[in-house]
């Protein structure tokens, strides 16, 4: 297959994380940029990506670059690009641009012309053309201009990836899926000790290091990407990639979620419950501050309300709290936690042994990470609860 360039989107600090994945799945010519990894290879690579990116929020597919020096030279440039291969003249599509230092004076104004330049190709060509539609496209384009440049993508995801599809019910204050994946991936935890969310809310935290332990593509639980709306869609390949790869499906760990509200569990239920990962997550009404690890050592990932959309008494008294008993309750176990409340961090009391900075949405947080051990920590050990099986019943 012909050799083509993709960009993958990301959030801002997760550049190494996802040029590492990309590297780790096939793809050539990986170079970081801000918010985003450039790279080379295949549609069927263009397809895995999409399918096992944990870290990427969208793959665009540039199908071409030009310059121009007018109006008129950008829409017959993009009226010359075949449109007809990927979107069918009954379909729909929509067209976003991104746009800096340009002769236009709106990316709204480059977006249109566009729009108007692939309409005008398929009347000339058909006498029909597709509609747009900017809530549920078939086919999205993106137009990315710099100066006189100008890149077309085709988006093949179609939805942003860190929507996962386990999601039924939603907390008030979930942490997004892409941004789980990361604070698991940081932490260094291998699938190979228990595992601990004390504040897990909906879980996200909880699913997402179950995908890792059990090796769960994070799209498994997806059912569209925007590639199979594409005309040249090859669902042979698409098929082929995902029957090839291989899921754990016994782990000789377990993960437990509290949370102090009931409705919260609740929602952890449900979307641990769509994710099929019941037999692997064990969720309890608890209070933080009265957990305990079954079994040492253990991980801790979570995050603690900041008192932004949760409301909080005092955040300064409750991180203390926080601390104490991670110091506590959790010898031998390594612990990490984000927040965007830094002041409040400072009162969890502990020498950290890892400090990133990360966004949580649009808020600004830290991410820090304590090593609570006395001793070492060496995290092997036999399932306590015996056979797990994700797909135990139900067809994964
Ligand atoms: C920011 S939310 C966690 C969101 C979660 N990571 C998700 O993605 O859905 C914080 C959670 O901590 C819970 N919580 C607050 N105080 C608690 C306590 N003392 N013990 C256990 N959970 C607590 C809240 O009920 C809330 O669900």
Same mark, same amino acid.
Not at 112 to 132: H, N, S, W
Not at 211 to 222: D, E, F, S, T, V
Not at 241 to 259: F, K, R, S, T, V
């Given at each position: 297959?012909?050799?083509?360039?993709?960009?993958?989107?990301?959030?801002?600090?997760?550049?190494?994380?996802?040029?590492?994945?990309?590297?780790?799945?096939?793809?050539?010519?990986?170079?970081?940029?801000?918010?985003?990894?450039?790279?080379?290879?295949?549609?069927?690579?263009?397809?895995?990506?999409?399918?096992?990116?944990?870290?990427?929020?969208?793959?665009?597919?540039?199908?071409?670059?030009?310059?121009?020096?007018?109006?008129?030279?950008?829409?017959?440039?993009?009226?010359?690009?075949?449109?007809?291969?990927?979107?069918?003249?009954?379909?729909?599509?929509?067209?976003?641009?991104?746009?800096?230092?340009?002769?236009?004076?709106?990316?709204?104004?480059?977006?249109?012309?566009?729009?108007?330049?692939?309409?005008?190709?398929?009347?000339?060509?058909?006498?029909?053309?597709?509609?747009?539609?900017?809530?549920?496209?078939?086919?999205?384009?993106?137009?990315?201009?710099?100066?006189?440049?100008?890149?077309?993508?085709?988006?093949?995801?179609?939805?942003?990836?860190?929507?996962?599809?386990?999601?039924?019910?939603?907390?008030?204050?979930? $942490? %997004?899926?892409?941004?789980?994946?990361?604070?698991? /991936?940081?932490?260094?935890?291998?699938?190979?000790? #228990? =595992? +601990?969310?004390?504040?897990?809310?909906?879980?996200?935290?909880?699913?997402?290091?179950?995908?890792?332990?059990?090796?769960?593509?994070?799209?498994?639980?997806?059912?569209?990407?925007?590639?199979?709306?594409?005309?040249?869609?090859?669902?042979?390949?698409?098929?082929?990639?995902?029957?090839?790869?291989?899921?754990?499906?016994?782990?000789?760990?377990?993960?437990?979620?509290?949370? $102090? %509200?009931?409705?919260?569990?609740?929602?952890?239920? /449900?979307?641990?419950?769509?994710?099929?990962?019941? #037999? =692997? +997550?064990?969720?309890?009404?608890?209070?933080?501050?009265?957990?305990?690890?079954?079994?040492?050592?253990?991980?801790?990932?979570?995050?603690?309300?900041?008192?932004?959309?949760?409301?909080?008494?005092?955040?300064?008294?409750?991180?203390?709290?926080?601390?104490?008993?991670?110091?506590?309750?959790?010898?031998?176990?390594?612990?990490?936690?984000?927040?965007?409340?830094?002041?409040?961090?400072?009162?969890?009391?502990?020498?950290?042994?890892?400090?990133?900075?990360?966004?949580?949405?649009?808020?600004?947080?830290?991410?820090?990470?304590?090593?609570?051990?006395?001793?070492?920590?060496?995290?092997?050990?036999?399932?306590?609860?015996?056979?797990?099986?994700?797909?135990?019943?139900?067809?994964?």
């Amino acid at each position: 297959m012909k050799h083509e360039i993709f960009l993958a989107k990301t959030f801002a600090k997760f550049e190494p994380l996802l040029q590492n994945e990309l590297l780790q799945l096939g793809a050539r010519n990986v170079q970081a940029m801000s918010r985003s990894v450039q790279f080379e290879g295949d549609l069927s690579l263009l397809y895995k990506i999409n399918y096992c990116s944990r870290f990427a929020s969208r793959v665009l597919w540039q199908v071409k670059y030009f310059n121009f020096n007018s109006n008129d030279d950008f829409y017959k440039e993009i009226n010359a690009f075949s449109a007809e291969k990927y979107l069918s003249r009954s379909g729909t599509f929509a067209v976003s641009c991104t746009a800096s230092e340009t002769i236009f004076k709106t990316p709204l104004f480059a977006a249109l012309l566009t729009k108007d330049a692939i309409c005008d190709r398929f009347r000339d060509i058909y006498e029909q053309r597709p509609d747009v539609d900017k809530e549920n496209p078939e086919v999205q384009f993106h137009v990315h201009i710099h100066k006189n440049n100008a890149i077309l993508y085709l988006d093949s995801s179609g939805d942003s990836l860190h929507k996962r599809g386990y999601k039924v019910s939603n907390h008030p204050a979930s $942490i %997004n899926e892409i941004t789980a994946a990361a604070m698991v /991936a940081l932490s260094g935890w291998n699938g190979k000790c #228990d =595992f +601990i969310d004390p504040m897990c809310g909906g879980a996200t935290i909880l699913i997402e290091a179950a995908m890792q332990a059990l090796n769960i593509p994070a799209g498994y639980y997806r059912d569209k990407f925007g590639f199979f709306n594409w005309l040249n869609f090859d669902r042979f390949t698409w098929k082929n990639m995902i029957n090839e790869h291989a899921i754990q499906d016994d782990i000789p760990i377990d993960l437990y979620g509290y949370d $102090i %509200n009931p409705r919260f569990l609740g929602m952890a239920k /449900a979307n641990v419950e769509k994710a099929r990962l019941e #037999d =692997f +997550i064990l969720l309890n009404k608890r209070d933080m501050r009265t957990v305990k690890p079954k079994r040492t050592p253990s991980m801790l990932i979570f995050n603690p309300p900041y008192g932004e959309r949760l409301e909080m008494e005092d955040n300064n008294i409750f991180y203390k709290e926080i601390g104490d008993a991670l110091k506590q309750n959790f010898p031998q176990c390594k612990a990490f936690l984000i927040s965007s409340d830094i002041n409040a961090l400072k009162n969890i009391g502990l020498k950290t042994c890892f400090k990133q900075n990360m966004f949580n949405g649009p808020l600004e947080c830290k991410y820090y990470g304590y090593d609570l051990l006395s001793g070492k920590f060496a995290p092997t050990y036999q399932s306590q609860h015996g056979d797990h099986k994700i797909n135990s019943k139900k067809k994964c």
